[in-house]
């Protein structure tokens, strides 16, 4: 959201607004998982699962709904719809999301753990549930930015053609190799991908918090 309203701040006020009330909501209902607040939240008989499916329903609701509200995607979009969807914008999202759950999986098949048990995402036979869960540290800066970014080639058309594929699936692989600061070291993103995935075996083996890598905008 901040990416994106600081181009727009000078040429749309009105949309900046709105991306900058969205990211506040966000940042709000992000703060409320400090493990303190997030216990203290937590209505009686329900579990914390859904107490956090809750927070992240809230925020997906409002991040889709400021997106369109703003034309950040093709003017056809109205809302968030998945695997199927005829509209054009959400079939670039799709098809950037299977793309990028290719790379994720060989991340986390090298680690050795169970790709089909998720810690967030239900486990559901014949579903990579980890992989979708770690697939959600990266979606926005690696899918979503890149087919807003596309909105113009995306505009006016029905269906993803040959063209349009090769498109996404070159912009999402020049982000994957472009490289990122951490901790004064340029890496690529595609090996941060699988540094994160063996920090992730490593939290869950010596039972420690693991840490989200933070795109900067």
């Not at 995402?121 to 930015?145: K, T």
Request: hydrophobic residues 40%; glycine residues 6%; positive net charge.
């Amino acid at each position: 959201m901040l990416y994106f309203g600081k181009y727009l701040k000078k040429t749309n006020e009105d949309a900046y607004l709105k991306l900058s009330d969205c990211a506040d909501f966000m940042s709000t209902q992000a703060n409320k998982l400090n493990v303190e607040t997030f216990n203290s939240i937590i209505p009686s008989q329900t579990s914390w699962k859904q107490t956090l499916l809750g927070l992240e329903g809230s925020a997906a609701q409002n991040y889709w709904k400021t997106i369109s509200a703003c034309n950040l995607l093709a003017d056809t979009f109205l809302s968030r719809e998945g695997r199927g969807s005829k509209e054009i914008s959400n079939a670039a999202l799709n098809y950037g999301y299977a793309i990028l759950m290719s790379y994720v999986w060989s991340a986390l098949d090298n680690t050795g753990l169970e790709i089909y048990s998720g810690l967030f995402h239900s486990n559901v036979p014949g579903r990579a549930s980890l992989v979708m869960d770690v697939m959600e540290e990266y979606r926005s800066w690696i899918v979503d930015r890149n087919i807003i970014k596309l909105r113009s080639q995306l505009a006016g058309k029905r269906f993803l053609d040959a063209n349009l594929k090769s498109l996404i699936a070159n912009s999402i692989d020049e982000t994957l190799y472009s490289k990122v600061c951490v901790k004064g070291k340029n890496i690529k993103v595609e090996n941060l991908m699988q540094r994160q995935a063996y920090r992730l075996a490593g939290s869950i083996v010596d039972d420690t918090r693991y840490k989200g890598f933070k795109f900067k905008w």
